[in-house]
Nanobody, 126 residues
Framework: QLQLVESGGGLVQPGGSLRPSCVAS????????VSWFRQAPGKEREGVAC????????YYHHSVLDRFTINRDNAGMVVTLEIVNLQPEDTGIYFC???????????????????WGKGTLVTVSS
């Protein structure tokens, strides 16, 4: 069964940092375009960051441009989302997703995703 597995969520105070990560189970993430989505309580899921299969380009939702950084390791097997200066509005479930093999494109639109993880909860509260 092809699936993605997220980890690294948690409870953090405003201004803190987290670094959720995503790995694949049953297949390789190498060369796959990977995206992170989040769903805040009572809101629709939104794409926040994506990275191309070759790791050379990343794209972000305008609201997180200066605080979120998506990266993948040299082997392309682990994709992380570094989040700094967390705010209460960042609270939500963060999902890793894959849109298939793509060296130079990625997407923030969930209609383009082929598989999903179950998510990791991020809670920002004092």
């Amino acid at each position: 069964q092809l699936q993605l597995v997220e980890s690294g969520g948690g409870l953090v105070q405003p201004g803190g940092s987290l670094r959720p990560s995503c790995v694949a189970s049953g297949f390789s993430l190498r060369d796959e375009a990977v995206s992170w989505f989040r769903q805040a309580p009572g809101k629709e899921r939104e794409g926040v960051a994506c990275i191309t299969g070759n790791g050379r380009a990343a794209y972000y939702h305008h609201s997180v441009l200066d605080r979120f950084t998506i990266n993948r390791d040299n082997a392309g097997m682990v994709v992380t989302l570094e989040i700094v200066n967390l705010q209460p509005e960042d609270t939500g479930i963060y999902f890793c997703s894959g849109s298939g093999e793509s060296f130079d494109t990625c997407s923030l639109d969930d209609v383009d995703m082929k598989y999903w993880g179950k998510g990791t909860l991020v809670t920002v509260s004092s």
